[in-house]
């Protein structure tokens, strides 16, 4: 019989490309949407990776305890992925109440389902390196301490530690990837690189002249979401559960991944580059510069797409997409 996986933030980006992994390994793949992201509004991700009609839906909210534990009752799932959440950092200052209660209880709502109704099933929290926020260390790994700097951090820090206690406290298969951004075409266009590639292939086609940002001078360590999915996967697949950072080990600049993206069109930013102050956080990560040792060596896992190849692909789909 096919193993089934039930994820929430299907909708998403990595929703979409863990789906379509899980697919193609043959499992039978059920994910949780909100009632509004119904009637085609927001399962485009899922529509432009050919998988719509392969998934099935069960109307539900990480908010709503009832609606995920009926979830868990109906796809009887050997793997339940939490992708969902609030996941833009800039907008947690703004409605840092929300963020909490979908980032962080809503993950423990989802535990609760599990423990509750399948406690066989393995369980995968997305953990993030913005729980590593203010860093300390060069390179940051699974024993880096934790700082977060915005109610986003905060909130995934609270769903991390209370993955690992029902991991300890009931024996949960409860695993939780500590990764690094994580990139492609199915972005959504508020974060950096996608704001980027979107705003490039704008300029280039005519439709606008500039593009504002906000601190250029952020580092983050970028990686493709088709590798990063993969790695999920690898996490349940282990005899224990664990937490592992996923990540490329290398960090490059905003101002230097606008360049690379400018480039791709024959393009300068200096003609068309705006420094919005309106844009910067009241608290920024700096730099984020991952250490993947223990999942390439526990997993096997190793990610393949470096940033230039990701930017290339990110600025072709939205030409393509805008022409
Ligand atoms: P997205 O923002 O693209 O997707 C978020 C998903 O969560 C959407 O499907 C959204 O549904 C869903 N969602 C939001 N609120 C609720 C709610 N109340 N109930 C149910 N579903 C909800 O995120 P990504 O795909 O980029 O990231 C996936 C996860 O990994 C997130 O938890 C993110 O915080 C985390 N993460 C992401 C990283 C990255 O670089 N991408 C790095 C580290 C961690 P809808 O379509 O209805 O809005
Ligand atoms: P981040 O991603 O906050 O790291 O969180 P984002 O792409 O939003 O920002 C990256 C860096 O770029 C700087 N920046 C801008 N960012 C945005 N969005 N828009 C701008 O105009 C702009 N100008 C400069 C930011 O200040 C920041 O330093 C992402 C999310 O996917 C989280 O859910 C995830 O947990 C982390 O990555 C790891």
Redesign the pocket.
């Given at each position: 019989m096919a193993r089934s996986a039930l994820i929430t933030g299907i909708t998403g980006q990595d929703g979409a490309y863990l789906a379509n992994n899980l697919l193609v390994k043959g499992y039978d793949v059920w994910g949780v949407v909100r009632r509004s992201s119904h009637f085609g509004v927001v399962d485009h991700r899922l529509r432009w990776l050919g998988i719509d009609r392969d998934v099935r839906f069960i109307d539900g909210d990480l908010t709503d305890l009832s609606s995920l534990l009926r979830a868990v009752e109906t796809a009887k799932p050997d793997e339940v992925y939490n992708l969902a959440?609030q996941?833009?950092?800039?907008s947690s200052w703004q409605q840092p109440v929300l963020t909490s209660t979908v980032t962080g209880v809503g993950a423990v709502n989802v535990l609760e389902a599990v423990r509750i109704a399948q406690p066989d099933a393995r369980f995968y929290q997305?953990s993030?390196?913005?729980m590593f926020g203010l860093v300390q260390e060069a390179h940051q790994n699974e024993k880096t301490p934790f700082y977060p700097r915005?109610p986003?951090?905060a909130s995934?820090l609270f769903a991390h530690w209370m993955t690992v206690n029902y991991r300890e406290s009931f024996g949960l298969h409860a695993s939780s990837g500590i990764?690094?951004?994580?990139?492609s075409p199915l972005r959504g266009v508020?974060?950096?690189?996608?704001?980027v590639t979107d705003g490039v292939a704008r300029i280039k086609l005519g439709f606008t002249n500039e593009l504002?940002?906000?601190?250029?001078d952020?580092?983050?360590d970028w990686g493709h979401a088709r590798d990063y999915v993969e790695a999920m996967w690898l996490m349940l697949q282990q005899p224990e559960p664990s937490d592992y950072v996923v990540a490329t080990g290398r960090t490059t600049s905003?101002r230097q991944m606008v360049e690379i993206a400018f480039a791709h069109v024959g393009l300068s930013p200096a003609d068309h580059l705006v420094i919005?102050p309106d844009?910067?956080?009241p608290a920024?990560?700096?730099v984020?510069l991952g250490d993947p040792s223990r999942a390439v060596q526990a997993l096997g896992w190793h990610p393949t797409t470096s940033l230039e190849d990701m930017i290339r692909e990110m600025v072709d789909a939205d030409l393509a997409r805008l022409s």
């Open positions: 959440a996941s833009f950092v800039a997305a993030s390196s913005e915005s986003y951090g995934k990764l690094f951004n994580h990139e508020e974060f950096v690189t996608r704001k504002r940002l906000g601190n250029i952020a580092q983050r905003v919005d844009l910067f956080r920024e990560v700096d984020l």
